[in-house]
T-cell receptor, first 112, second 116 residues
Framework: LAKTTQPISMDSYEGQEVNITCSHN???????ITWYQQFPSQGPRFIIQGYKTKVTNEVASLFIPADRKSSTLSLPRVSLSDTAVYYCLVGDRASGNTPLVFGKGTRLSVIA | GAVVSQHPSRVICKSGTSVKIECRSLDFQATTMFWYRQFPKQSLMLMATSNEGSKATYEQGVEKDKFLINHASLTLSTLTVTSAHPEDSSFYIC????????????FGNGTRLTVT
């Protein structure tokens, strides 16, 4: 399983764009990159998943460079409610390498 | 979207008793479910993989006789903490994914277990 490395914490003001980068130097050819958000005393919530280049949905964008050794979760115009821990996982369910192992995550604090 | 329901959300029990936690996939079938444990300010730690109709697979260091897992149907997995002790107090979370190409995991809302 690819190991991931993220910043332990980040602070941001409301309304700003926040970019959280995850390093996964040993990512395998078939691995996907998945990001989750977790609030205190709740289970993680799926945010976005991608394989290469850029993926965008209604809550975030995911940027993946050509070498795929890192990825960046971009949260546009954060609000106080975006304060949470964000985790990136890599793996490939189709080959049985389900992304199950959580790293330490990034604790995002949004300040008014 | 895929929904995973976990029950109870919070339980307090006395040392030496057993506690059962249920995990249900509400709108999809899950041949495999996963159980995690999370201590305060720490990340999720995978405990075991629950397989429908067969024995669970436990991660290294997790006692299979203490954490009994049953996955009797395609929508229900249970985790029983047997002879609970205060050090078993933690936040337990289950997850599952719909079958399908790289469907992401969906998580229950967790169970806060406090052993007194």
């Amino acid at each position: 399983l690819a190991k991931t490395t993220q910043p332990i914490s980040m602070d941001s003001y409301e309304g700003q764009e926040v970019n959280i980068t995850c390093s996964h130097n040993n990512i395998a050819t078939n691995d996907y990159i998945t990001w989750y958000q977790q609030f205190p005393s709740q289970g993680p919530r799926f945010i976005i998943q991608g394989y290469k280049t850029k993926v965008t949905n209604e809550v975030a964008s995911l940027f993946i460079p050509a070498d795929r050794k890192s990825s960046t979760l971009s949260l546009p115009r954060v609000s106080l409610s975006d304060t949470a821990v964000y985790y990136c996982l890599v793996g490939d369910r189709a080959s049985g390498n389900t992304p199950l192992v959580f790293g330490k995550g990034t604790r995002l604090s949004v300040i008014a | 979207g895929a929904v995973v329901s976990q029950h109870p959300s919070r339980v307090i029990c006395k040392s030496g008793t057993s506690v059962k936690i249920e995990c249900r996939s509400l709108d999809f079938q899950a041949t495999t479910m996963f159980w995690y444990r999370q201590f305060p300010k720490q990340s999720l730690m995978l405990m075991a993989t629950s397989n429908e109709g067969s024995k669970a697979t436990y991660e290294q260091g997790v006692e299979k006789d203490k954490f009994l897992i049953n996955h009797a149907s395609l929508t229900l997995s249970t985790l029983t903490v047997t002879s609970a002790h205060p050090e078993d107090s933690s936040f337990y979370i289950c997850s599952a994914a719909p079958t399908g190409w790289n469907s992401p995991l969906h998580f229950g809302n967790g169970t806060r277990l406090t052993v007194t």
